[in-house]
């Protein structure tokens, strides 16, 4: 069993119902995969979230499981920020997804790439 962390922009195309995303999310899951969420992609989609999408967001969320933010994430993320902000973009939130997937053991699947240079993570080979 592999633990799939999922990315706010993966959450994203889900939400807004790409076909591909949500059969390769299902895919994963009749696998017998894991899918995980933080709570700083909860806050990215609650903060982007339109009018009337409350209950299917809710819905989304209840089906996942959260990994939570620590304190030896944070520090690794700092170090993640020091050392990719300037050459990649990686932002605060970006590094303290990263250091999740890291402690958790857990494939990043994202689509932004470039944000996660990081060689220490896993990040999922999306069919997308």
């Given at each position: ?8 922009d993966v959450i994203?195309?889900?939400l807004r119902r790409?076909?591909?995303?949500k059969d ?19 806050a990215?989609?609650y ?5 009337g999408?409350?209950?299917?967001v809710?819905?989304?969320f209840?089906d996942?499981l959260s990994?939570?933010?620590?304190d030896e994430?944070?520090e690794?993320?700092?170090h ?8 990649h ?8 997804i990263?250091a ?5 053991n857990a494939?990043l699947f994202t689509?932004n790439?470039k944000?996660f240079?990081?060689?220490d993570i896993?990040?999922h080979?999306?069919a997308?």
């Amino acid at each position: 069993m592999t633990k799939i962390l999922l990315d706010s922009d993966v959450i994203i195309a889900v939400l807004r119902r790409d076909q591909r995303v949500k059969d390769e999310l299902r895919a994963l899951e009749e696998a017998g995969h894991q899918i995980h969420y933080t709570p700083i992609a909860k806050a990215e989609i609650y903060h982007g979230m339109r009018k009337g999408e409350e209950e299917m967001v809710r819905a989304f969320f209840s089906d996942c499981l959260s990994i939570d933010i620590t304190d030896e994430m944070g520090e690794i993320a700092g170090h993640y920020l020091n050392q990719y902000q300037g050459s990649h973009g990686t932002e605060i939130a970006d590094a303290l997804i990263a250091a999740a997937a890291r402690i958790a053991n857990a494939e990043l699947f994202t689509f932004n790439h470039k944000h996660f240079p990081m060689k220490d993570i896993r990040l999922h080979k999306s069919a997308k």
